[in-house]
T-cell receptor, first 113, second 115 residues
Framework: GNSVTQMEGPVTLSEEAFLTINCTYTATGYPSLFWYVQYPGEGLQLLLKATKADDKGSNKGFEATYRKETTSFHLEKGSVQVSDSAVYFCALSDRGSNYKLTFGKGTLLTVNP | GAGVSQSPSNKVTEKGKDVELRCDPISGHTALYWYRQSLGQGLEFLIYFQGNSAPDKSGLPSDRFSAERTGGSVSTLTIQRTQQEDSAVYLC?????????????FGPGTRLTVL
């Protein structure tokens, strides 16, 4: 079956530091890959997505590249801000599983001023 | 337009009671998913609707859990004879069509506490 493994936190960074959150996946088909974010007290929001190999998803300064050869979708941001403090979830979906999302366990990021 | 809405936002119940959780998807979204988020298990899929039918119920943890969707819109998740392990945040998501490229939009969730 499908599974997602992501770096467990918590991760604590200073403002303007570089961020990487690792994510690898196992899937039987050709999945689409997602990063969702949950800000304190808010619901899950899509941050970015990539639907085929070598696609790069980007949003709000965050990027992730779909790497089929390493089955990875690592999240990066060059310079984090305090407002990026949140829980980040890597997820996948594929046709064989009715496009339901399979999530990683989440990574709590705290950015200090 | 409006996003996905869920009600109630919080529900506290006693062990053994039945509860109903409601989801109003984005208008026109044919796919609807229920998930739950708990500290121990993370985010887990429960059930998927395409229109009014549920082709995938594989995530429902026991026969105490059921769900229906009417008019291709509102969905209700029912938990009978609630147990303490049912305590979690129940999330609903909807998407436009059955495709891996379509984004699932999540509601704010219902926080269920079983005493």
């Amino acid at each position: 079956g499908n599974s997602v493994t992501q770096m467990e936190g918590p991760v604590t960074l200073s403002e303007e530091a570089f961020l990487t959150i690792n994510c690898t996946y196992t899937a039987t088909g050709y999945p689409s890959l997602f990063w969702y974010v949950q800000y304190p007290g808010e619901g899950l929001q899509l941050l970015l997505k990539a639907t085929k190999a070598d696609d790069k998803g980007s949003n709000k300064g965050f990027e992730a590249t779909y790497r089929k050869e390493t089955t990875s979708f690592h999240l990066e941001k060059g310079s984090v801000q305090v407002s990026d403090s949140a829980v980040y979830f890597c997820a996948l979906s594929d046709r064989g599983s009715n496009y339901k999302l399979t999530f990683g366990k989440g990574t709590l990021l705290t950015v200090n001023p | 337009g409006a996003g996905v809405s869920q009600s109630p936002s919080n529900k506290v119940t006693e062990k053994g009671k039945d509860v109903e959780l409601r989801c109003d998807p984005i208008s026109g979204h044919t796919a609807l998913y229920w998930y739950r988020q708990s500290l121990g298990q993370g985010l887990e899929f429960l059930i998927y609707f395409q229109g009014n039918s549920a082709p995938d119920k594989s995530g429902l943890p026991s026969d105490r859990f059921s769900a229906e969707r009417t008019g291709g819109s509102v969905s209700t998740l029912t938990i009978q004879r609630t147990q303490q392990e049912d305590s979690a945040v129940y999330l609903c998501a909807s998407s436009r069509a059955r495709s891996g490229t379509d984004t699932q939009y999540f509601g704010p969730g219902t926080r269920l506490t079983v005493l």
